[in-house]
């Protein structure tokens, strides 16, 4: 491997999926294993160490798509909803720790930029993507251009209020009626427990009843060659939970030692 292959991360609410990925865009090599939700150090740990599995034999660069808010100016993720991760200078803790440049990026912004060049988008001035997984999330093709908004997160359509006696959001968005409490992966999971219980003769009573998962299967780790694009999870929204970590944790790059002029992440 040279520095001709660069590596992929995408991070979800459910999944963490990293590629050894060369210029034509295959897959070389890959991993895949449930997301570390268990604290911020667990989770920072598990992306370094999957990088360091599928880039064994070297990279040239590391992409990550992550489901937070991205001070773009610094490469720091501000804020999440569903994963816990917030106010870390990840860009400049990657590219420590690996000696490599480093772009961080929303998810949701990710999926729809290689959409827009690579998939179903190509050609297009405008273009709209919606993200389903652990969470909706999305992006926002303008005149040609990714369109981030002022902080980064003009495509987080999955926290438009549909409802307004809606249910609450999930993660750590204090909202409700939002199209991810209504329409992601997770509120698809709860729906279809709430129907095994109520419908027990339905095929989701049945399946449940029998032993069967009603909901999606959860992953695994593997890790093979493959060309299928990775899929996307969660989201964030406008008021989200900090990370804390515990005596003993590891050193953390925080934002606020290299955000410009000191920002808050509430100015970004």
Do not use: W
């Not at 040279?2 to 992929?8: D, F, K, L, Y």
């Not at 297009?124 to 992006?139: A, D, E, S």
């Not at 959860?218 to 899929?231: E, Q």
């Not at 003993?248 to 992440?265: D, I, L, N, T, V």
Request: charged content about 20%; overall charge neutral.
């Amino acid at each position: 491997m040279t520095s001709q292959h660069v590596i992929a991360i995408d991070l979800g609410g459910t999944k963490l999926l990293a590629g050894l990925v060369d210029r034509e865009g295959v897959a070389l090599r890959r991993t895949v294993r449930p997301t570390d939700l268990s604290g911020e150090d667990a989770l920072l740990d598990q992306i370094e160490h999957a990088i360091g599995e599928v880039g064994s034999d070297g990279f040239g660069a590391l992409g990550v798509g992550i489901p937070s808010t991205i001070d773009q100016r610094t490469g720091c993720a501000v804020s999440s909803v569903n994963i816990p991760l917030a106010d870390v200078d990840l860009r400049r803790q990657l590219e420590r720790r690996f000696g490599v440049p480093v772009m961080i990026e929303n998810d949701g912004n990710a999926a729809t930029l290689a959409e827009h060049r690579l998939g179903a988008g190509r050609g297009t001035r405008h273009m709209v993507m919606l993200t389903l997984g652990t969470g909706v999330g999305g992006g926002l093709i303008l005149d040609g251009r990714l369109y981030r908004g002022a902080v980064g997160a003009a495509g987080e359509l999955g926290h438009i209020t549909i409802d307004v006696d809606g249910p609450p959001c999930q993660g750590s968005c204090p909202g409700g009626g939002h199209l991810e409490a209504l329409a992601s992966g997770t509120a698809a999971d709860a729906l279809a427990e709430r129907f095994a219980r109520e419908r027990p003769e339905g095929d989701l009573g049945r399946a449940a009843a029998a032993g069967r998962p009603a909901t999606r299967a959860k992953c695994s780790s593997t890790s093979a060659p493959s060309s299928a694009p990775a899929s996307r999870a969660s989201s964030t929204c406008s008021t989200r939970r900090s990370s804390s970590s515990g005596a003993g944790s590891r050193a953390r790059e925080s934002c606020s030692s290299s955000r410009p002029g000191g920002s808050s992440p509430s100015a970004l």
